[in-house]
C-alpha cells in the first residue's frame, strides 16, 4: 500500500465525511482525494517525473495537506518545511534536495528573487493566494494553487508510477554537520510506521484529532497521515500560541485526541480552561521528553477521561516506544518500551550487545527505519548500520539508555552534542556557522543549557576580534535573520579565551562547567559587556517607543516580559514589534491614526502597543470586557481607523464593525479590511495614547495624553520608586487604564520585567507567580490586596527579592494597611493618588511617612504642584478644605472632541481633579471626599449615569439614582436605589439578574434597594447623600450580588 492511498481508501469508504478542519474551512475526504488528484495531473504537466522532490512551504492549512497528497498522486516526493523558514533555509532545501518543484504562499515568493543561482532546478513554483508572475521570466513557471486543484475532468488519479520501497518523503532534521539533513523514508516506512504506532493508540473514523504541531515536524505529520489512514476528521490549528483558542476548537469539534510536545502540555496546564468543556478528549499523546510527575498528575485532573501516551522516538523510524498509561505510575521517568512489529537492543562502545539491566546506546531494527539520509553517504553510514540478519541495515540512534529486565527504556544522554529545545533539534555547528560569518567574531562555540520549560535552550559562547564592539543584541539580531526562533541563541557569553582539550579543540564541558557557575537565580548572567543603566540620549526622550527602543538595543537579551511560563527578552520584543508593525502597516495605519487595542494584558499587548506608536499612531486601549456596543460608540467618538482585538475576546463579529467606519480589523493572524469613511477629525501633534474612562454625564470621556504627560510621569514614578533594571513587577493591574499602563511604561524605561498574571480571580495563582519569578515589586488597589489576603497564603509565604508594594486607586482602608505591614514588616509600602487627566500619579507618601501622616495621601510627586481652591476661586491657606488642583508635564490635553467639558476642568494649565481635600503645611495632601459623583469601585471609575441608563430600560422600572457607598475592600460598591412602577411586581433578586445580562461584572450593583419613592430637594433634585443613607441601611440585608 502507498501512503496516497491511504486517502483514496477513506475516500471510497467515507466520501462525504469531513476530513479536515483549519480555521473556519472544511472539506470532505471526496473533495480532498479529487482536488488532489486535479493537483497531481497540474504537477505532472508542469514536468514533475516520478520521484523528483517537491519542496511544501506551508502553515497548517488544507493546502498542505491537498499539497502532500497531490506529490504524492504525481509519484514525487514531499519535504515539508516550516512556514516561518527563512528564504536562505528554503534555498538550501531546494538545492540539497535538487527539488523540482516548490508549492509555498504567493505573498513570499518576492523572497526567493535573490537566490536565482539555487531555483535554476525548479520546474515550477505553486503559489498559494496571490500570486505575481511578472517578477518571473522563464522558467520555472509559476503558476496558482486554486487553478491547480480545478477538478473539472481531472477527478481521477494519474496513474501509479511509484511502489512501496520507493521514497515518499523528506524529512528535515539538524545534522550533526551543522547542515540540515533529509531523512529518506519510503512508503513502506512511513505505511509500517504508522500501522504500529495505530496498534496501540487504536486511532478510528469516529476520532477528531487536534493537530497545532507543525507539518515540518513528523510529529505534526503522521497525525495527518494516521488520521487520513483510519478516516478520522482532523483539526489542524496555526500553533499553541493562544491556549484558549486551542480549548474552544476542543470544545467546538468535540476533539478526541490531542498530540502535544512537553512546552505545550505545560502551557496547557499554565492556561485556566474551567469555561470549556473537554470532556470528549480521550487520548493524549506526547513526545521529546518523560513527563514531570507532577505534570501528570494535573492533567489526570484537568482531563480525567483521558488516557496519557508518553513516547520516544526520532525522525529518522518516526517511533520507538510508548509508556502505557497504566505504568505511568510505576515508570514515571520511563520512555516505555518498544512499540509493535520492531526490535530494539543496546549496544556497548565497541558495538557488542547488551543484555537487560545494561546501559548503552539504542539500536532500532524494523521496517520503518529510514532508507538513509538524502546525497549525505558519510552520515547515513554513520547511523545506518549491518545488522544482526542478512544485508539488512539497522539505526544507531546515538542515545543513551538503561533498559530494564521488562524492556521498559530510560533515557540518560545524548551520545552526540545536538540540542534538544521543545522536542526540536538544534545542531551546535549550523548555529556556530551563523556565528563565524559576523565579522567581529573571531570564535564560537555554542551549548545547550538546562531550562526547565524548554529541557534545554541554545547558548553561545563567542570571542570577539580585536577592537571589534558587538554587544548580545547584535549576535542575536544576526542569527534572527538566518536561523528559525528556536535555534536562535537565548544567551549569548563574551569571553577572552576558550577553554581547550589536550588535541586543541574547545572543552565544551568546561564551557558547560562556566555556564553552571554562571547562572544567576534561572537567568544565564554574561561575564563582559555590562551595560549602563541608562542609555538614553536626548535625542530619543521626545517620543516613548524611542525610549524603549534604546532599552531594547542596549538590554536585548534581558527579560521583559513573563506570561504563562514563557519569557520575552527585550530582543524578542524587538523582532516582535517588527513583525506587528509590518502587519499594522500592511492594514493602513498610518501617521496620527487612532489604533482600538481591545486586548488582555499580554505580550501582544505590549508589543502592539509599541507597534501602534512606532507608526506614530494613537493608542486607545480597551479592557477585554468592554462591550461590543461601547467599542462601537468609542470608534466613531475617536474616529478610528481599525481595531486590534485578542484571540481572548470572543463576544464580537464581523457585522458589528461594518457600519463603524474603520479601515480594517486584526484579529490574531487574520486581517479583514473594511469600507472605511473620513471621520474628518483635526489631530494635534504629539499625541501617544488615549484613555477612556466613564464621564460624570455617562458620556465617554477620551483622555488625551501626550509623548511628553507619560514620559514625565514615568520619569517621576522611576524616580520614588527608584526603579532599575533589575526590578521585576506582578503585573495583576489592566494595562489600559492609567494605573496599570503606568507600571508597563516604568518598567520598560528602566530595563526590568514585566511578570503578567491576568488569574485574580485564583489569588494562590499570583502568589505562586510572584514566589516563582522573585519579583521584586506588586502594584494593586484595595481589591487587589484584600484578595491576596483573604483568599491564599500570601501571609505566610516568603517572597525573598520583593522590595516594595505600591496602592492607588482610592484610600487603602486602615485595617487593611495593617494587614498589610503585619505581612510585609520590612517591605516598602508606597501610598498613591492620582487621575487618568493626570497620566496617572499626582502623589506618593514615602513608606517611612505611614505613621507620620497617617490619612494621608502623600506630597506632590516629583514635577508636580498641588493647590486647594475654594468654592470662591481663591486659594486655600494650609488646614482649609477646598478642590484639589495640579499643575505638571503630566497633566492631560484635554478630553477628545469635547471643548466644553476640557474648558471645565482645565483652567490656565491647572487640572481641577474633582476631589476634596486639604494640605498641611508640608504640602501633604488628606483627601476628604469627592467633589463630583463618580464611584471609584477597586480600580474602577464607574458614572453612575450609565447605570441608571440600564435600570430605566426596564419596563418596570420608574425612576431610579445610583450611588457608592463606602466599602471596605472595593473603597466604594454600587448602590442602586429602585422606584417600581407596580409595587412588589419585582425583587431585589429579579433586579441582579436583569442587570447581570446587560452590565460588566464591575458596573453591577452590589446592593439595591426598593422605595416608594427617592428623596428629592423642592427643585426637584435628588438628595445622593439621602441614598446613599437608604443604601447603607439596606446593605445589610441585600442579596448577594450576580458576579
Given amino acids: 500500500m502507498l501512503v496516497e492511498e491511504f486517502l483514496e481508501a477513506s475516500a471510497a469508504r467515507l466520501p462525504d465525511k469531513v476530513a479536515v478542519v483549519a480555521g473556519e474551512r472544511r472539506i470532505t475526504y471526496r473533495e480532498l482525494d479529487e482536488r488532489a488528484n486535479a493537483l497531481a495531473h497540474s504537477l505532472v504537466q508542469a514536468g514533475i517525473q516520478r520521484g523528483e522532490r517537491v519542496v511544501i512551504c506551508l502553515a497548517n492549512s488544507i493546502e498542505v495537506v491537498l499539497s502532500i497528497f497531490g506529490v504524492l498522486k504525481?509519484?514525487?516526493?514531499?519535504?515539508?518545511?516550516?512556514?516561518?523558514?527563512?528564504?536562505?533555509?528554503?534555498?538550501?532545501v531546494l538545492t540539497q534536495s535538487r527539488?523540482?518543484?516548490?508549492?509555498?504562499?504567493?505573498?513570499?515568493l518576492s523572497e526567493l528573487l535573490p537566490l536565482t543561482d539555487q531555483l535554476n532546478g525548479l520546474q515550477v513554483i505553486v503559489g498559494t493566494g496571490a500570486v505575481t508572475k511578472e517578477q518571473w521570466e522563464g522558467t520555472p513557471k509559476v503558476v496558482s494553487f486554486a487553478q491547480c486543484i480545478e477538478n473539472e475532468g481531472r477527478r481521477n488519479a494519474p496513474p501509479k508510477r511509484n511502489i512501496d520501497v520507493d521514497l515518499a518523503a523528506l524529512i528535515y532534521t539538524s545534522s550533526s554537520t551543522g547542515e540540515s539533513k533529509g531523512v529518506m523514508l519510503t512508503h513502506l516506512n512511513i505505511r509500517s510506521a504508522a500501522a504500529s504506532i495505530l496498534a496501540y493508540l487504536e486511532y478510528g473514523q469516529d476520532d477528531v484529532i487536534l493537530n497545532v504541531l507543525p507539518l515540518s515536524f513528523d510529529y505534526g505529520l503522521y497525525q495527518v497521515l494516521m488520521g487520513v489512514k483510519v478516516g478520522a476528521r482532523i483539526v489542524l490549528e496555526p500553533s499553541f500560541a493562544y491556549p484558549h483558542a486551542v480549548f474552544q476548537r476542543i470544545e467546538q469539534e468535540r476533539v478526541?485526541?490531542?498530540?502535544?510536545?512537553?512546552?505545550?502540555?505545560?502551557?496547557?496546564?499554565?492556561?485556566?480552561?474551567?469555561?470549556?468543556?473537554?470532556?470528549?478528549?480521550?487520548?493524549?499523546?506526547?513526545?521529546?521528553?518523560?513527563?514531570?510527575?507532577?505534570?501528570?498528575?494535573?492533567?489526570?485532573?484537568?482531563?480525567?477521561?483521558?488516557?496519557?501516551?508518553?513516547?520516544?522516538?526520532?525522525?529518522?523510524?518516526?517511533?520507538?516506544?510508548?509508556?502505557?498509561?497504566?505504568?505511568?505510575?510505576?515508570?514515571?521517568?520511563?520512555?516505555?518500551?518498544?512499540?509493535?512489529?520492531?526490535?530494539?537492543?543496546?549496544?556497548?562502545?565497541?558495538?557488542?550487545r547488551l543484555g537487560p539491566g545494561s546501559m548503552g546506546e539504542l539500536v532500532v531494527r524494523g521496517s520503518h527505519v529510514m532508507k538513509g539520509y538524502w546525497n549525505m553517504p558519510e552520515e547515513t553510514a554513520r547511523v545506518l548500520k549491518p545488522g544482526p540478519w542478512g544485508d539488512e541495515r539497522v539505526l544507531f540512534t546515538g542515545d543513551w539508555f538503561r533498559m530494564?529486565?521488562?524492556?521498559?527504556?530510560?533515557?540518560?544522554?545524548?551520545?552526540?552534542?545536538?540540542?534538544?529545545?521543545?522536542?526540536?533539534?538544534?545542531?551546535?555547528?549550523?548555529?556556530?556557522?551563523?556565528?563565524?560569518?559576523?565579522?567581529?567574531?573571531?570564535?564560537?562555540?555554542v551549548i545547550g543549557v538546562p531550562d526547565p520549560r524548554l529541557g534545554h535552550v541554545v547558548k553561545a559562547f563567542v570571542r570577539l576580534r580585536e577592537s571589534a564592539d558587538l554587544t548580545e543584541a547584535d549576535v542575536i539580531r544576526h542569527c534572527r535573520s538566518s536561523l528559525e526562533d528556536y535555534m536562535v541563541p537565548k544567551v549569548v557569553a563574551f569571553i577572552e579565551a576558550f577553554p581547550r582539550t589536550d588535541s586543541g579543540k574547545v572543552d565544551k564541558r568546561a564551557l558547560e562547567q562556566m555556564s553552571t557557575s554562571s547562572q544567576s537565580g534561572g537567568h544565564w548572567t554574561s561575564p563582559v559587556k555590562a551595560e549602563s543603566d541608562d542609555p538614553r540620549t536626548a535625542a530619543e526622550e521626545s517620543r516613548i517607543e524611542r525610549i524603549i527602543n534604546s532599552v531594547m538595543e542596549a538590554h536585548g537579551q534581558r527579560t521583559a516580559v513573563v506570561y504563562k511560563n514563557e519569557r520575552y527578552t527585550y530582543g524578542d520584543l524587538r523582532t516582535l514589534v517588527n513583525v506587528q508593525k509590518s502587519k499594522l502597516a500592511d492594514a493602513g495605519l498610518t501617521r496620527q491614526d487612532r489604533a482600538i487595542i481591545w486586548m488582555e494584558n499580554s505580550p501582544e499587548y505590549v508589543v502592539t502597543y509599541l507597534a501602534v506608536l512606532e507608526l506614530e499612531a494613537i493608542v486607545v486601549a480597551l479592557h477585554p470586557q468592554t462591550t461590543t456596543e461601547e467599542v462601537v460608540r468609542i470608534i466613531r467618538h475617536v474616529g478610528a481607523a481599525g481595531v486590534i482585538i485578542s484571540p481572548t475576546v470572543k463576544h464580537w463579529t464581523m457585522g458589528d464593525f461594518e457600519s463603524a467606519g474603520i479601515r480594517f480589523v486584526l484579529a490574531g493572524d487574520g486581517l479583514h479590511r473594511l469600507r472605511a469613511f473620513d471621520q474628518g477629525q483635526a489631530v494635534p501633534d504629539g499625541i501617544a495614547q488615549i484613555i477612556y474612562t466613564s464621564g460624570s454625564t455617562g458620556r465617554p470621556k477620551g483622555v488625551v495624553l501626550t509623548h511628553r504627560n507619560l514620559i514625565a510621569n514615568t520619569r517621576s514614578i522611576l524616580d520614588y520608586l527608584q526603579l532599575t533594571r533589575e526590578d521585576s513587577v506582578m503585573a495583576v493591574l489592566p494595562f489600559v487604564y492609567a494605573y496599570g499602563n503606568s507600571v508597563m511604561l516604568t518598567h520598560l524605561f528602566a530595563g526590568g520585567a514585566l511578570a503578567i498574571e491576568n488569574n485574580m480571580l485564583y489569588p494562590q495563582t499570583v502568589v505562586d507567580a510572584m514566589i516563582k519569578n522573585n519579583v521584586t515589586g506588586l502594584s494593586g488597589v484595595s481589591?487587589?490586596?484584600?484578595?491576596?489576603?483573604?483568599?491564599?497564603?500570601?501571609?505566610?509565604?516568603?517572597?525573598?527579592?520583593?522590595?516594595?508594594?505600591?496602592?492607588?486607586?482610592?484610600?487603602?482602608?486602615?485595617?487593611?494597611?495593617?494587614?498589610?505591614?503585619?505581612?510585609?514588616?520590612?517591605?516598602?509600602?508606597?501610598?498613591m493618588y492620582g487621575q487618568t487627566e493626570a497620566s496617572a500619579r499626582l502623589t506618593y507618601l514615602p513608606p517611612e511617612l505611614l505613621d507620620v501622616k497617617k490619612g494621608s495621601a502623600g506630597r506632590a510627586i516629583p514635577g508636580v504642584r498641588l493647590k486647594i481652591v475654594k468654592d470662591g476661586g481663591e486659594t486655600a491657606r494650609p488646614g482649609e478644605a477646598g478642590e484639589i488642583w495640579a499643575f505638571g508635564d503630566n497633566i492631560m490635553q484635554g478630553y477628545w472632541q469635547d471643548p466644553e467639558l476640557t474648558a471645565e476642568v482645565l483652567?490656565?494649565?491647572?487640572?481641577?481633579?474633582?476631589?476634596?481635600?486639604?494640605?498641611?503645611?508640608?504640602?501633604?495632601?488628606?483627601?476628604?471626599?469627592?467633589?463630583?459623583?463618580?464611584?471609584?469601585?477597586?480600580?474602577?471609575?464607574?458614572?453612575?449615569?450609565?447605570?441608571?441608563?440600564?435600570?430605566?430600560?426596564?419596563?418596570?422600572?420608574?425612576?431610579?439614582?445610583?450611588?457608592?457607598?463606602?466599602?471596605?475592600?472595593?473603597?466604594?460598591?454600587?448602590?442602586?436605589?429602585?422606584?417600581l412602577k407596580e409595587e412588589g411586581f419585582l425583587t431585589q433578586r429579579d433586579l441582579m439578574g436583569y442587570c447581570a445580562q446587560r452590565l460588566v461584572p464591575y458596573k453591577?450593583?452590589?446592593?439595591?434597594?426598593?422605595?416608594?419613592?427617592?428623596?428629592?430637594?423642592?427643585?426637584?433634585?435628588?438628595?445622593?447623600?439621602?441614598?446613599?443613607?437608604?443604601?447603607?441601611?439596606?446593605a445589610g440585608a441585600a442579596v448577594p450580588a450576580s458576579s
Fill in 1004 to 1034: 453591577r450593583p452590589k446592593v439595591i434597594a426598593i422605595v416608594s419613592a427617592l428623596p428629592k430637594s423642592p427643585s426637584g433634585k435628588i438628595l445622593r447623600h439621602r441614598l446613599r443613607e437608604i443604601g447603607v441601611a439596606a
Fill in 783 to 831: 481589591t487587589t490586596y484584600a484578595l491576596l489576603l483573604n483568599n491564599s497564603n500570601f501571609k505566610s509565604s516568603t517572597f525573598p527579592a520583593l522590595r516594595y508594594l505600591t496602592h492607588a486607586g482610592g484610600p487603602m482602608p486602615s485595617e487593611l494597611l495593617g494587614r498589610i505591614r503585619t505581612a510585609f514588616p520590612d517591605r516598602q509600602i508606597y501610598l
Fill in 74 to 92: 504525481a509519484g514525487g516526493v514531499f519535504a515539508v518545511l516550516s512556514p516561518s523558514a527563512k528564504a536562505e533555509k528554503i534555498g538550501y
Fill in 404 to 445: 530494564d529486565e521488562e524492556g521498559y527504556l530510560y533515557f540518560i544522554g545524548r551520545k552526540d552534542d545536538m540540542i534538544k529545545t521543545g522536542g526540536k533539534k538544534v545542531s551546535p555547528r549550523e548555529v556556530e556557522n551563523v556565528l563565524h560569518g559576523i565579522t567581529e567574531i573571531a570564535e564560537a562555540a
Fill in 907 to 979: 483652567q490656565g494649565g491647572w487640572l481641577r481633579t474633582g476631589d476634596v481635600g486639604w494640605l498641611d503645611e508640608e504640602g501633604f495632601v488628606t483627601i476628604v471626599g469627592r467633589n463630583n459623583e463618580m464611584i471609584k469601585s477597586g480600580a474602577y471609575r464607574i458614572s453612575p449615569t450609565e447605570i441608571e441608563e440600564v435600570l430605566l430600560q426596564h419596563p418596570q422600572i420608574l425612576e431610579t439614582g445610583v450611588v457608592g457607598i463606602e466599602d471596605p475592600i472595593l473603597g466604594q460598591k454600587i448602590c442602586a436605589v429602585v422606584v
Fill in 99 to 108: 527539488a523540482s518543484g516548490l508549492i509555498m504562499a504567493g505573498k513570499r
Fill in 256 to 352: 478526541t485526541v490531542l498530540p502535544l510536545v512537553p512546552t505545550l502540555i505545560a502551557a496547557l496546564l499554565e492556561t485556566k480552561p474551567d469555561r470549556y468543556d473537554l470532556t470528549s478528549v480521550r487520548c493524549i499523546t506526547t513526545t521529546g521528553a518523560a513527563l514531570p510527575t507532577d505534570h501528570i498528575g494535573r492533567l489526570r485532573e484537568r482531563l480525567p477521561k483521558a488516557k496519557l501516551f508518553s513516547m520516544y522516538g526520532l525522525t529518522e523510524c518516526k517511533r520507538v516506544s510508548y509508556l502505557p498509561p497504566e505504568e505511568l505510575d510505576r515508570r514515571p521517568m520511563s520512555v516505555g518500551k518498544g512499540m509493535p512489529n520492531q526490535e530494539l537492543y543496546l549496544v556497548d562502545v565497541d558495538g557488542n
